[in-house]
């Protein structure tokens, strides 16, 4: 099955192997695409997987440091160059969609900075030890004190979120416009979306609490996406099958969840697990907290102490709800997917329609060739160290450390 094609909606991609969004820190200050995201990239396109998800581009134009933008027209030559190119490398079944996404403030962990704002509050503090700042301030503030300040989904005002559908909207009618095959919607990790579905959202107005009231926001942005983009342009999102988190969604909420996402339209529901901030481990001073780095970051992007298709059980059971609520919609998994034999399995099992693999193509792109025998070299595996990871959290260019050595690129 791995080498059939299948439609999602209106895009059709030649064959099962997905890769899925993997930031790479090679674009610039100005979030444009530079000649290395499109060396990077038109080197997957030459191993042809069936689809390659653009890593997460911000739909709101605000600074963001090097990660890929597409937050306004001006990012659209670029982006235009960036599919062209890609094709030229991979041939006319080239597929690919950009993940869009939306993140809330974060800031480095200023200590100082904090205690300065909390000696309003708690005159003498500066002098405290952490045991008596921790028993005397909120939760909240003294997890903006030890964590550094972080924006949280209820801390939104109203218009800010319901002017959220109209950014993701306007990205997605820039894909389209830019030539991309679809649209993938970031509605998984840390993220807004995400901490918007989560049953960790404590809001108490119509965007938190309930379930209905979670899906409310999420429905919105398919709504708005898809009036922007028409039926036949592919739109699809990643979600979390679990957030792994306490008090988190768990997976047969997010079971829940992928119905309805299905019901409103999507084209195809990619899952993903964990990597969300609750759990993160406290940055050092000066760094900001990072989303991967406690147990559901591991569980995000398993290392080799966890079993190949480690988290295969979650598109499993979404899928199976979604099939048994009468929709057809692909669903994609992910997590240490790196044999055919493994991979195979799965798509005979029903786990799942398409066999996300990140960590497995940035070590070989060419994977897909030589899994299907175009290519006889045998395939360079990922040993699954999360070195690639690491660079990733020190926001440096994303790399793999089995080709590293031989340049910016992976080799061939
Ligand atoms: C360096 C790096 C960057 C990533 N960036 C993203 C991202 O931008 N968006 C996303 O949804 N997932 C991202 N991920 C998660 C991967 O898409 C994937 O779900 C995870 O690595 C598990 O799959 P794997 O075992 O095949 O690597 C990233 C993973 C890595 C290692």
Redesign the pocket.
């Known amino acids: 099955m791995l080498f059939t094609p299948l439609a999602l909606g209106p895009c059709t991609v030649e064959n099962r192997v997905w890769l899925?969004?993997?930031?790479?820190w090679l674009s610039n200050e100005a979030g444009e695409v530079t000649p290395d995201v499109t060396a990077r990239y038109t080197r997957y396109a030459r191993g042809r997987p069936g689809m390659i998800?653009l890593?997460?581009m911000g739909v709101r134009d605000v600074g963001s440091g090097p990660l890929l933008r597409i937050s306004h027209d001006r990012y659209l030559p670029g982006l235009r160059g960036l599919v062209r190119e890609m094709r030229e490398a991979g041939g006319p079944e080239t597929r690919v969609v950009p993940?869009i996404?939306d993140f809330l403030k974060i800031a480095r962990r200023d200590p100082e900075r904090a205690l300065a704002r909390l000696e309003v509050r708690y005159p003498g503090c500066s002098a405290w030890d952490e045991a008596r700042l921790q028993a005397t301030l909120t939760p909240r503030e003294w997890r903006d004190y030890a964590f550094g300040y972080r924006q949280q989904v209820e801390d939104l005002a109203l218009d800010e979120i319901e002017a959220l559908p109209g950014h993701f909207a306007a990205a997605a009618a820039r894909a389209r416009a830019a030539g991309f095959d679809g649209v993938e919607l970031?509605f998984?990790?840390a993220y807004t979306m995400s901490s918007f579905l989560s049953a960790t959202n404590a809001r108490t107005d119509a965007y938190g609490g309930s379930l209905e009231n979670r899906l409310r926001l999420p429905l919105a942005v398919i709504a708005a996406a898809r009036r922007a983009v028409g039926a036949d342009f592919a739109l699809g999102l990643?979600m979390l099958g679990s957030d792994d988190v306490p008090g988190g969604t768990t997976v047969d909420e997010a079971a829940t969840i992928a119905v309805a996402f299905a019901r409103a339209g999507v084209d195809f529901v990619?899952v993903?697990?964990g990597?969300r901030f609750e759990d993160a481990v406290r940055p050092r001073v000066g760094a900001a907290a990072y989303p991967?780095t406690g147990p559901s970051g591991l569980q995000?992007?398993?290392t080799r102490e966890f079993p190949e298709g480690t988290?295969l059980a979650l598109p499993r059971t979404l899928r199976a709800a979604v099939r048994a609520a009468g929709f057809t919609t692909p669903v994609v998994g992910?997590?240490?997917?790196?044999t055919v034999d493994v991979a195979e399995r799965a798509l005979q099992a029903g786990d799942l329609d398409l066999v996300?693999?990140?960590?497995?193509?940035?070590a070989d792109p060419d994977w897909p060739l030589k899994a299907r025998g175009a290519l006889a070299d045998p395939i360079r595996s990922?040993k699954?160290t999360?070195a690639?990871?690491a660079?990733?959290r020190a926001h440096k260019p994303?790399r793999c450390q089995l080709w590293w050595k031989l340049g910016d690129h992976p080799p061939g």
């Open positions: 899925p969004a993997m930031v790479t998800v890593e997460a993940q996404i970031h998984a990790h990643r990619s993903s697990r990597g991967y995000c992007m398993p988290n992910a997590g240490r997917i790196n996300g693999m990140a960590r497995g193509l940035l990922c699954y999360n690639c990871e660079l990733d994303v």
